[in-house]
């Protein structure tokens, strides 16, 4: 199966602070990875499909990149509302897996 | 409004079996395929299984193979997910999610519902 392996684990921002969270995959997946966010207690939330799709109705403060084993997703400024668990997904191979998880948290 | 509605959750004994429905509305159900994914409580997220627009391509994870059985009744707009020989580590929140294409390529799972929740303990 193919690991994803975001960093960091968790990161404290303050709101228009610029984000940056990486995913590795564990082999070549192209540009075949998605994007959600996540906060408590609510279903997940497609972002960025593709690598760098943004999906309809999404901010265009939300920007991701990559290709191979390397992504990145970015908030070019933190909002309140954007403070909530981020997971990367590749679709290139199943069983289609999610990396663990990017927490951001409120400085 | 695309809607995803999760039922048939609840608490069940280890080894035994539950059928977990989502009934899905705003959308050309037929025209897209249809996962199931699952989160522990306090966990991540993990896909469980697919299902492609007509059936034709069925897809599972490990820990679930053979022991689980996704459906569709496009006629019905209606997704399911037979599970059998039930174990504790299948405790999860399970989320039906759409995806953007008609297969089960996972090109992004566009809309979920708000899951129900299993509960599998003595």
């Known amino acids: 199966d193919i690991q994803m392996t975001p960093s960091p684990s968790s990161v404290s921002a303050s709101v228009g602070d610029r984000v940056t969270i990486t995913c590795r995959a564990s082999q070549s997946i192209s540009t075949y990875i998605n994007w959600y966010q996540q906060k408590p207690g609510r279903a997940p939330k497609l972002l960025i499909y593709a690598a760098s799709a943004l999906q309809g109705g999404?901010?265009?403060?939300?920007?991701?990149?990559?290709?191979?084993?390397?992504?990145?997703l970015t908030i070019s400024s933190l909002q309140p509302e954007d403070f909530a668990t981020y997971y990367c997904q590749q679709s290139y191979i199943s069983p289609w897996t999610f990396g663990?998880?990017?927490r951001v948290e409120i400085k | 409004e695309v809607q995803l509605v999760e039922s048939g959750g609840g608490l069940v004994q280890p080894g035994r079996s539950l059928r977990l429905s989502c009934a899905a509305s705003g959308f050309t159900f037929d025209g897209y395929g249809m996962h199931w994914v699952r989160q522990a409580p306090g966990k991540g997220l993990e896909w469980v299984s697919g299902i492609s627009w007509n059936s034709g391509n069925i897809d599972y994870a490990d820990s679930v193979q053979g022991r689980f059985t996704i459906s569709r009744d496009n006629a019905k707009n209606s997704l399911y997910l037979q599970m059998n020989s039930l174990r504790p580590d299948d405790t999860a929140?399970?989320?039906?999610?759409?995806?953007?294409?008609?297969?089960?390529?996972?090109?992004?799972?566009?809309?979920?519902g708000q899951g129900t929740l299993v509960t599998v303990s003595s």
Do not use: E, H, M
């Open chain 1, 58 to 72: 999404v901010p265009s403060r939300f920007s991701a990149s990559g290709s191979g084993t390397n992504f990145t």
């Open chain 1, 100 to 102: 663990q998880g990017t």
């Open chain 2, 93 to 112: 929140l399970y989320y039906c999610a759409k995806d953007k294409r008609s297969g089960i390529a996972a090109a992004g799972f566009d809309y979920w």
